[in-house]
């Protein structure tokens, strides 16, 4: 059965802090590795990783890939208050049906 | 702007009625669409997954006569709660996925609240 952990569960900040959100997978057949960010209502797209070692960047987010280790980390710099959502790793491992395999969320809190 | 909707946002029904839940794709033909169910604190967890004209192919535990679904076209799918119960209330949130591409595009999401 595909599985997929992030750590850690939950976590507090300041604003300006810098994190890092760690998702690892066990996985057969892997295809590619999703993030999305949850606030109140559905989860919305960030990156997709499919090759290791390369960064994806956007603004203050950024991620990578290790296929090798089957991980990947998620690192937002200088953090504000409207990061504060659930961030969500997912798993796509292939198969006809496209199916992603979710871990359970880093909840994050900026504070001001 | 939004790519996915879904319609009604929240509903409230009484216990042993049918609540339908729309999933819509606006702006492309979506070859297959995703069911998901989530409780509170719980990650998102998958329901079924429904290509068009063809039947849904529901994961282990859920019950395809209670839920049922209908992807009439490439551009809707219905979710169907028959009979629902309390336990049924749940947050139910679609999401779409387009030709050659792998990421899912989520709806907003219905919550659903059976008394």
């Known amino acids: 059965e595909d599985k997929v952990v992030q750590s850690p569960l939950s976590l507090v900040v300041h604003e300006g802090d810098t994190v890092t959100l760690n998702c690892s997978y066990e996985?057969?057949?892997?295809?590619?590795l999703l993030w999305y960010k949850q606030e109140k209502k559905a989860p919305t797209f960030l990156f997709m990783l499919?090759?290791?070692?390369i960064e994806k960047k956007s603004g203050r987010l950024s991620s990578i890939l290790d296929k090798k280790e089957l991980f990947s980390i998620l690192n937002i710099t200088a953090t504000q208050t409207g990061d504060s959502a659930v961030y969500l790793c997912a798993v796509h491992s292939g198969g006809s049906n496209y199916k992603l395999t979710f871990g359970k969320g880093t909840l994050l809190t900026v504070n001001p | 702007g939004a790519v996915v909707s879904q319609h009604p946002s929240w509903v409230i029904c009484k216990s042993g009625t049918s609540v339908k839940i729309e999933c819509r794709s606006l702006d492309f033909q979506a070859t297959t669409m995703f069911w998901y169910r989530q409780f509170p604190k719980q990650s998102l967890m998958l329901m079924a997954t429904s290509n068009e004209g063809s039947k849904a192919t529901y994961e282990q535990g859920v019950e395809k006569d209670k839920f049922l679904i209908n992807h009439a076209s490439l551009t809707l799918s219905t979710l169907t709660v028959t009979s629902a119960h309390p336990e049924d209330s749940s947050f139910y949130i679609c999401s779409v996925k387009f030709e050659h591409f792998y990421e899912q595009y989520f709806g907003p999401g219905t919550r659903l609240t059976v008394t």
């Open positions: 996985v057969t057949n892997f295809r590619s």
């Open positions: 499919t090759s290791s070692g």
